[in-house]
């Protein structure tokens, strides 16, 4: 269980000294920050794996319903609860059906769209809401980085789910719902982050010297701040991503996610929760490509942070 | 070290089962002459723990028709007359006999006689008047008891109900709700004190009342029908279903109410323990909005609905514990049930045919409401009935609805849209089911037909069943015709009990009456 995490320090410690190693002749100065860190990214296999399984979620995300074994909505009672096939070696349902007959590969794969449409989503309207917010505040100062603060502390003071919960049960389960209760909760932790690196940037020399050549506050921003802070949100995007996809499964799983047909990896494990000791496959099967994906998203965080990090590279 | 905590091991336990011995030893030995108390003295005490799914908010039950509520007294008061377990039939209660005058404005009661309350008052005619009056002045009642005029008493044991038109369904409306209650301790009480301490003339009466905790009952020795098979009945209330079946598990309860379908193969595979079921009385439609401008109105679209949906299926949901409506809202048992009509055995080609015929051969769209974790399945019913819908081509956009979201919508927006699911509870009496359905009615969702509303009035006024019978089933045949919605399942109720428990008479009216039950141990 634990030697994956082992072997993955292992491979960081190495990949920084190497990098230590190659630093005098390999860092040209023509060579850009992020091209360097996406080169140190790339060098661990433990990035490469958590990569490959992203990449896999994707594809289940974009293959056409049509393509799928069995058509995952149509439901037929008489088949309910078909114990995969691939450990019992009989029936045509490889990883069995749920409680409508449903088949549960077709089914897992056809929810990937759901889960990720979400998360992914989310994610998008936190990150634009949270830096927008975050950067004006640590630009401007004053009383609006008094009032964006305070907002961060109440945001962030809140636990998510309960706010998800209480939203969601006013304002009906629905697709759209979900996607902007989840991405207008997770503001506040892209905000902080930002808030406190752009506090700190807007003293250097550099902004300084755009200031005097006359650039607009929102060029400054753009264009001197943001580019700088930005490896810092990627990483914070993509524990984000797997935070999101966590919180979704839950809220799905107490029946607040998405309206059927559509499915997410969440409410199919909800959906076997009453049967749980007769049919363990119609809730384990979402749960583990839940783990796998979520774990994958975070290790390609880990991955990016130690990669961007800029101690690491020295 | 270790052979001197040995030895001290072995003086504790046989300490232990020499006390344990000589405690089970002394009552028997204490009392060599006294044969009878000997033999009640070792006999352990009878008790029946029922895990009920939840607290009754009173134990006055003819203020209220919430069944749940209702079973913890059942055992405790008496009813005039009862429905059969399973069915429409009226059977005697503490109502020995009764019938109508020719003209069906007079119910004579005959009363039995040497009843008495668990306070010492006599039942007879002054108390069984006195009932009736209660029930008749019960806000929640009052649909089924307005045509119920004077009651009369003629002697100690008949009592006579006048009405003030023909009423067919008035032994309904007793079989429902006709509580017999002591007049002397009632009318001092009232109503509200009453159900703190329940009073009445069943084998057990009441003891204490821990609120959502447990409810404790006594054997009433001087119950008519003979001593009481239990010494103690005692109501703890598990609102968790599965905290109920692990209590049932281990022997914590003997029976328990309320069991799901998800659990019921946990209790079959248990060889300690039974399932009982019973045809429950919520009746699951697809409900539809014919005055809508939606092709749901076309009545040939309905029935193209009625086959699309497989209603074996939807049995198969609940393991086999559900019954298929057969194309009508009344169940096999209840009169006005006519196994003659269109059942509309699943036949999605015919649905498309039907479809097509109508003018819509590429189906169209609609939205369709459920409500979620109300109902046992629920949300799986629905998500079931949309699929098939989708099958022959009807786009399907569903709507899962929290309950009290779904039933706001359904009291106080003008509509639901053009079609939604649930399930309508109701005593199996054909004129409290149809009625649901009369003018006015927030369930008629249909334009006003004449036809219907005569024939629900018309049925509401016979007394004769042969007459009622024939009426009722002239208005399957126009519901068959021109469907309400979607005619799916009736789900059983479904009980867990240890083997031990016998004689249990599970009801469709989903009161829990343990008058008769009895154990084995």
């Known amino acids: 269980m634990c030697w994956p995490i082992r072997v993955y320090e292992l491979t960081k410690t190495m990949a920084t000294y190497r990098a230590s190693l190659s630093l005098p002749t390999a860092a040209e100065p023509t060579q850009s920050h992020t091209r360097r860190s996406l080169r140190a990214f790339f060098r661990s296999w433990v990035n490469w794996i958590a990569l490959l399984i992203i990449v896999i979620g994707f594809l289940m995300a974009i293959t056409p319903k049509e393509w799928l074994p069995h058509d995952p909505t149509a439901v037929n009672p008489a088949l309910r609860l078909q114990p995969p096939s691939l450990f019992s070696g009989e029936g045509d349902f490889l990883l069995g059906t749920d409680t409508l007959g449903r088949d549960i590969l077709s089914r897992s794969i056809y929810a990937a769209r759901w889960t990720y449409l979400v998360s992914v989503s989310a994610v998008v309207i936190s990150t ?69 690196s752009a506090l700190s940037l807007r003293e250097e020399d550099f902004v300084d010297a755009a200031r005097a050549t006359g650039a ?15 490896s810092s949100i990627v990483v914070l995007t993509t524990f984000s991503t797997a935070r999101l996809m966590l919180t979704e499964s839950a809220l799905s799983f107490l029946g607040l996610g998405v309206t059927p047909p559509a499915t997410t990896w969440g409410s199919m494990i909800g959906g076997g929760r009453d049967y749980i000791l007769q049919a363990w496959w119609i809730s384990a099967i979402p749960g583990t490509l839940i783990t796998l994906t979520v774990l994958a998203i975070n290790l390609a965080g880990d991955g990016l942070r130690d990669a961007f990090d800029p101690r690491g590279e020295r | 070290m270790f052979a001197r905590f040995r030895v001290l091991l072995v003086a504790i336990l046989a300490l232990v089962l020499t006390a344990g011995c000589a405690s089970t030893v002394t009552p028997t030995g204490v009392q060599p002459g006294d044969t009878e108390n000997t033999s009640s003295g070792v006999v352990e005490e009878k008790v029946l723990v029922i895990g009920h799914h939840v607290d009754p908010v009173t134990l006055n039950p003819v203020t ?17 007359v009862y429905f059969e377990p399973e069915g429409s039939d009226i059977l005697p209660g503490l109502a020995e006999s009764w019938a109508f005058s020719d003209d069906g404005l007079q119910l004579t009661m005959n009363l039995k006689e040497g009843v008495i309350f668990h306070n010492g008052e006599e039942f007879n005619a002054e108390a069984a008047k006195f009932s009736l009056e209660q029930l008749k002045a019960s806000p929640p009642y009052e649909r089924w008891t307005q045509e119920f005029g004077d009651i009369e008493v003629v002697d100690d044991y008949t009592v006579v109900i006048n009405f003030a038109e023909p009423t067919g369904f008035a032994l309904s409306a007793l079989g429902r709700g ?33 609120k959502d905790d447990h409810v404790t009952f006594e054997a009433f020795e001087d119950y008519w029908g003979g001593p009481p098979a239990f010494d103690r009945i005692v109501w703890r209330v598990i609102p968790e279903d599965a905290a109920r079946v692990a209590a049932l598990q281990v022997g914590e309860v003997d029976l328990i109410t309320n069991v799901t379908p998800g659990q019921a193969n946990t209790i079959r595979n248990d060889e300690n323990l039974r399932l009982v079921s019973i045809p429950g009385v919520r009746v699951f439609m697809t409900y ?29 949901l609940f393991d086999g514990e559900a019954r298929g409506l057969d ?31 109508a003018g819509y051969p590429d189906g169209f769209t609609m939205t369709l409401k459920y409500p979620i974790d109300r109902y046992p399945l629920d949300k799986e019913m629905g998500e079931t009935v949309a699929a098939y819908l989708e099958a022959v081509g009807i786009d399907v956009e569903q709507v899962p609805l929290e309950y009290g979201e779904f039933r706001r919508q359904h009291v106080e927006e003008e509509t639901m849209g053009p079609a939604w699911m649930w399930g309508l509870a109701t005593p199996s009496d054909p004129h409290m089911m149809v009625s649901l359905f009369g003018p006015g009615s927030i369930y008629t969702r249909f334009p006003d037909d004449q036809r219907v509303f005569d024939l629900i009035d018309q049925g509401m006024r016979e007394t004769d069943t042969a007459t009622r019978e024939g009426t009722y089933k002239e208005l399957m045949a126009i519901w068959n015709e021109e469907p309400l919605g979607i005619y799916m399942i009736v789900p059983n109720d479904l009980y867990g009990m240890s083997i031990a428990i016998e004689n249990f008479v599970p009801r469709t009216d989903q009161v829990v009456d343990l008058r008769t039950t009895t154990t084995s141990e």
């Open chain 2, 64 to 80: 209220n028709t919430t069944a749940a509520f209702q079973s913890v007294t059942a055992s405790t008061i008496e009813q005039l």
């Open chain 2, 288 to 316: 539809v909005d014919s005055r809508l401008d939606h092709p749901v109105a076309d009545p040939m679209v309905r029935r193209a609905m009625n086959y699309a949906v497989d209603k074996d299926g939807l049995v198969a």
């Open chain 1, 128 to 196: 634009v809401l949270g830096t927008m917010a975050g950067l004006s505040a640590g630009y401007f100062r004053g009383w609006l980085d008094t009032i964006i603060a305070r907002l961060i502390d109440m945001q962030l003071a809140f636990p998510i789910v309960l706010l998800s919960i209480a939203v969601l049960a006013v304002s009906g389960p629905s697709l759209l719902n979900m996607i902007l209760v989840l991405g207008l909760v997770d503001w506040a932790r892209y905000a902080r982050v930002v808030r406190g």
């Open chain 1, 216 to 230: 607009t506050s929102w060029r400054i921003m753009m264009r001197h701040i943001l580019p700088n802070i930005l």
């Open chain 2, 178 to 210: 006709s509580y017999v209650l002591p007049p002397a301790y009632y009318a001092e009480l009232g109503a509200e004190e009453f159900s703190l301490a329940p009073v009445g003339t069943g084998p057990y009466q009441f003891v204490e009342w821990v």
């Open chain 2, 327 to 357: 194309g009508q809202y009344l169940l096999p048992g209840i009169i006005g049930y006519d196994e003659t009509l269109d059942n509309f055995a699943y036949n999605p080609e015919k649905a498309k045919e039907l479809l097509a015929e």
